[in-house]
């Protein structure tokens, strides 16, 4: 039996301003790599909140999927869903297979962390009398694991071995520092990044997301 077409849910007007940084990117990467068709439901900041979208993701957050009965939230959640039930991002070998999910953990759990106080410092905090010495503390904190990845990854192309739904997430995780200036000096990092850019599954995925931002673009 085939399996349903899903369909997940995005920002009407992302905030991120057609960068790829909504977190519906990583889940249309993640079906663009395994080539799952799949429909995009739009939603405004003012749906978020409302029961209907609530009913999907208790937090009123993008994105949601919904394959069948099956109604899934979170990104991590969602793209191991895809990765576990479709060939392509994910190892079979079981020990491979079980690295690569504690790598997923560690992008979301480890890494992105300090990445996304920083974003909050320069957004929710500017103009405020601490936000130079809270900056200052959060990139010392990025700096941190961005050497400690640095270290691990060396000069390998992938985490460990081929592409996997680990590095999906990992590089869509240090993608948010961009603007900062902090993955270029981590040299082996950035050209992971840009490695991870390059894939096709990437470039339909952003291309799809992008085309979204143009559009409100128009309607104003």
Known sequence: ????????????????????????????????????PYDVRLVTFEELKKPAHRALHPFGQIPTYEEGDLALFETGGIVFHIA?????????????????????????????????????????????????ERLAMVHDRIRGRLGEL????????????????????????????RGSGLLDEYPNLAAYVARAEARPAYQRAFAAQRAVFEASQAET
């Open 1 to 36: 039996m085939p399996t349903p077409r899903p369909t997940i849910t995005a920002f009407k007007a992302s905030p991120d301003r057609g960068q790829g940084l909504a977190r519906d990117m990583r889940v249309r990467w993640a079906l663009e790599e395994v080539g799952q």
């Open 84 to 132: 576990a039930t479709h060939a392509g991002l994910l190892p079979d070998e079981p020990d491979a297979r079980a690295r690569a999910i504690t790598w997923m953990f560690a992008a979301l759990s480890t890494v992105e962390q300090s990445i996304v106080e920083l974003q909050f410092v320069m957004f929710m905090e500017r103009g405020k009398s601490w936000q130079g």
């Open 150 to 177: 640095s270290q691990r990854l060396g000069d390998g192309e992938w985490l460990d071995g081929a592409f996997t739904a680990a590095d999906l997430m990992m590089a869509s995780v240090l993608l948010r520092t």
